[in-house]
């Protein structure tokens, strides 16, 4: 009750494209998605968060889509570039786990020039 | 400053050794975190120290000894550690644990020989 599910585990996209990462979960208990950002030899950084009061949330080429009833969230990358190259997770805080984040599998994505 | 730093960046260490991670932060938050983080896996929890009080404890073995001298700073004191506990050791600090915005440390990588 307690997992995030990731997908896809890696990802390749072409300079400019849109990088699509999903993640589905089961404690209805959950209510803060962030999703973090982690560069080789970095700690994870948060990229952005939702809350499930919310279907959507951009922040300049980061787009959160939330659907409460599936209990999926996914990241949109619009206009992918090669600095964006690094392992996305995403996770889930809340209910019981107050104080513990509950992460995906991570999401390694590469994006060529 | 909204840093989190982590000392040393780099550790290496026999089995008999003891050793320490040193985590500063002055952000004013009083929620502070470590976690350990195995090559392609997420970030998983091993403490949680609430108001300098420890709060949560995942099962660690006893090998791991965290401590919270005061609200600015946490270390991890490591003793007979074991090959399989190399890995990327991160803090993490959030104004409160009831408060969701995490902020990592870029982690010590440790190596056991």
């Known amino acids: 009750q307690q997992q995030v599910k990731q997908s896809p585990q890696s990802l390749i996209v072409q300079k400019g494209g849109i990088s699509i990462i999903n993640c589905a979960y089961e404690n209805t208990a959950f209510d803060y998605f962030p999703w973090y950002q982690q560069f080789p030899g970095k700690g994870p950084a948060l990229l952005i968060a939702i809350r499930p009061d919310v279907s959507e949330k951009k922040e300049g080429r980061f787009t959160i889509s939330f659907n409460k009833s599936a209990k999926q969230f996914s990241l949109h990358i619009m206009d992918s570039q090669p600095g964006d190259s690094a392992t996305y997770f995403c996770a889930a805080w809340g209910g019981t786990s107050y104080g513990k984040l509950t992460f995906g599998q991570g999401t390694i994505l590469t994006v060529h020039p | 400053d909204t840093e989190v730093t982590q000392t040393p960046k780099h550790l290496v260490m026999g089995m008999t050794n003891k050793k320490s991670l040193k985590c500063e932060q002055h952000?004013?938050?009083?929620?502070m975190y470590w976690y350990k983080q195995k090559a392609k896996k997420p970030p998983e929890l091993m403490f949680v120290?609430?108001?300098?009080?420890?709060?949560i404890n995942e099962s660690v073995p006893s090998r791991f000894s965290p401590e919270c001298p005061n609200s600015s700073l946490l270390n991890l004191h490591l003793h007979a550690l074991q090959p399989e506990d190399s890995a990327l050791y991160l803090c993490?600090?959030?104004?409160?644990?009831?408060?969701?915005?995490?902020?990592f440390g870029s982690g010590t990588q440790l190596s056991v020989l």
């Open positions: 993490a600090s959030s104004l409160r644990t009831r408060n969701e915005k995490l902020f």
């Open positions: 952000m004013g938050h009083r929620a």
């Open positions: 120290y609430s108001y300098e009080k420890l709060s």
